[in-house]
């Protein structure tokens, strides 16, 4: 289903308007916006954006607010961001797109949401939020595409975000004690039904909370991976990190488990293995037979094991995303920054066999931030090569413009190719690449 991000005076982005489908490879030089829109991504996939952590600065690496706005915008008292969804609907054969838009501006140097808008099935509100009273309005919404709603229903709730007009706009009255700011956006959709309730018995349902749907959670993976280490003896239940710190657990979880898990995970690592030339497959080493026990994870090269801290560090460093791919459920969301890092051009190109492979067998979905071409177009002639079904991909191209981030959606289509009105700098960004990796 589509999915659509809007970016408006935000982080050099003017009102932008990015697609999101099931493979998305995130490409420019530094300093466009990529690692801001994969920010955006993370903030919109959390839930703490429903329970009172709707500050873009929490859980996603911004900052204050004079480092979100964008620094060459006219006006620099605002931000917007958005997104839009198309999901099911109760109308048969019409879906239902559901969206939000956030209006933020400065309080105490941190962004605080001023404006706020929601809609799913057919029915939302927007409701703004002053110094000392909060005010809502009804909306009605009709079923139509993503596109139609990025094109005609997004720019109408900007300009009521921009307008601040004073028709049909309704008082929340607040429970005693209760914060006319800083509202989790959960307890707000609870209050606005109980005031729409009280008005008019026929509206009594609880309004419609719209939620970006990313998978059961959205798996993000740093650039930096964590150096390996010769021994592990931490307790099993490790939390996930997104540098990787958890992954020999996870590795020693799975292949003690046995069963299919065990074994779907041996035949996924020694296939992404031989393709990228790292290692012919993964294997634990325990030193002791108590549950605490110190164990090393060793990669089989050759036919000898050898301690994950005695071989190069592109093993290292491919093994978490190579670890995520394989044990999450059908369905994920992977939004993964460089993973070409510290990786020989055959083990990069061998990612694009990956990709292509979980997109296809187990609809997992990715936002891929890379420099590597060698990835891409793996990821591509698998494309052309598939006569399966095929995961609707594309390459979306960052570039600075007249002080503004740009995104270029560039749709691969049924042979892997891209199409021919691509922009001139798109071409230039990788021969730059490829002379940078050659030292000429």
Not at 9 to 20: E, H, I, K, M, W
Not at 231 to 245: K, R
Not at 301 to 316: F, N, Q, R
Request: aromatic share 12%.
């Amino acid at each position: 289903m589509n999915k659509y991000l809007f970016i408006d005076n935000f982080r050099g982005f003017t009102d932008t308007y990015v697609p999101l489908v099931d493979v998305n490879f995130l490409v420019g030089e530094n300093s466009t916006g990529k690692t801001s829109l994969l920010g955006l991504v993370k903030l919109f996939a959390s839930p703490k954006l429903f329970v009172g952590f709707g500050d873009p600065s929490d859980d996603s690496p911004f900052g204050h607010f004079n480092e979100m706005v964008s620094a060459h915008s006219d006006d620099r008292s605002y931000f917007r961001i958005g997104f839009v969804d198309e999901q099911s609907s109760h109308k048969k054969n019409h879906p239902s797109v559901s969206g939000m838009l956030l209006t933020y501006t400065e309080r105490d140097g941190l962004p605080e949401l001023s404006m706020f808008t929601c809609a799913a099935n057919g029915r939302g509100m927007h409701v703004r939020f002053a110094s000392d009273k909060t005010w809502f309005k009804i909306i009605d919404t009709e079923s139509v595409s993503t596109t139609e709603a990025m094109t005609g229903v997004m720019p109408h709730w900007a300009a009521v975000h921009a307008n601040r007009d004073d028709e049909g706009w309704t008082e929340l009255e607040l429970p005693v004690g209760f914060p006319v700011t800083g509202i989790p956006l959960f307890v707000l959709f609870s209050l606005v039904s109980q005031a729409v309730a009280a008005k008019d018995k026929k509206n009594s349902a609880m309004m419609p909370m719209f939620a970006p749907f990313f998978g059961a959670a959205l798996v993000w993976i740093a650039p930096i991976r964590t150096k390996p280490r010769r021994t592990y003896d931490e307790p099993q239940n490790i939390s996930f990190s997104s540098e990787g710190e958890h992954t020999p657990y996870l590795i020693k979880r799975i292949l003690e488990a046995g069963g299919s898990e065990a074994r779907d995970f041996r035949k996924f690592m020694a296939q992404a293995g031989s393709s990228s030339g790292l290692f012919q497959s993964v294997k634990i080493n325990r030193f002791g037979k108590g549950s605490t026990a110190p164990f090393e994870v060793d990669a089989m090269i050759d036919g000898k094991p050898l301690s994950l801290s005695t071989v190069g560090y592109g093993v290292s460093q491919a093994l978490p995303i190579l670890v995520e791919l394989s044990a999450r459920p059908t369905g994920a969301w992977f939004a993964i920054q460089q993973p070409e890092v510290h990786l020989h051009p055959r083990a990069q190109a061998s990612l694009g066999d990956a990709f292509f492979e979980m997109a296809v067998a187990d609809d997992k979905r990715f936002l891929i931030e890379t420099h590597s071409d060698f990835a891409i177009d793996r990821f591509r002639l698998n494309y052309r090569k598939s006569s399966n079904k095929k995961p609707n991909s594309q390459v979306l191209f960052f570039e600075r413009r007249d002080k503004h981030n740009t995104v270029t959606s560039l749709p691969i289509n049924s042979q892997g190719e891209l199409p021919s009105d691509q922009p001139d700098s798109y071409r230039c960004f990788f021969i730059k690449e490829e002379i940078n990796i050659l030292g000429l």
